[in-house]
């Protein structure tokens, strides 16, 4: 689509921004850690025993932030450390109360979409979710980028196997 004109690009920026904003406000409601404190909840709730310097990759945050952000996680009593694959490597867990909020999380997150597109039709919504499994191919231009577009995803609703940002850089 060569020529979108500036209102359709317009919308669709009005679009991700509106979304974004409700987003961070379900967030704000569940935990005071921030978008990134809750993308490392979620991110460890997909993918138990994650190591740090993985964690850092998708977050987007050098090692240092990271192992910073770890310890605030830890001191809240989100995360704990155990021994990882050696000596000297940490895996993160999430503590039962972590979970608890990462599954809020993740759940705040589907219930804004609901509510944002309920009043679309049953066909609307399938048309929807085709034309946005394309843009999302398309964003995922590196394993990286495709591992930050998902780092706050339900991997229950929609499986590696499923997911179209997996399938472009598999």
């Known amino acids: 689509m060569d020529d979108m004109d500036d209102r359709s690009a317009n919308l669709v920026s009005a679009l991700v921004v509106g979304l974004a904003d409700e987003l961070d406000e379900a967030t704000r409601r569940v935990t005071a850690q921030g978008a990134t404190g809750a993308s490392a909840l979620a991110t460890i709730l997909a993918v138990p025993g994650e190591h740090i310097d993985e964690l850092s990759r998708v977050l987007g945050i050098t090692g240092s932030g990271t192992v910073r952000l770890v310890d605030r996680l830890?001191?809240?009593g989100l995360v704990e450390r155990r021994p990882g694959r050696d000596r000297r490597s940490v895996s993160l867990w999430l503590t039962e109360r972590g979970a608890e909020m990462a599954t809020a999380i993740?759940?705040?997150r589907r219930a804004v979409l609901r509510r944002a597109?309920?009043?679309?039709?049953?066909e609307q919504a399938r048309q929807l979710t085709g034309l946005v499994e394309q843009v999302l191919a398309t964003l995922a231009v590196s394993r990286e980028r495709a591992d930050r577009i998902c780092r706050l995803c339900?991997?229950?609703a929609c499986p590696q196997d499923d997911?179209?940002?997996e399938r472009s850089v598999s």
Do not use: N
Request: negative net charge.
């Open 117 to 122: 597109l309920e009043t679309l039709t049953d």
């Open 163 to 165: 997911c179209p940002v």
């Open 154 to 156: 339900d991997y229950v």
């Open 106 to 108: 993740v759940a705040g």
């Open 74 to 76: 830890a001191a809240e």
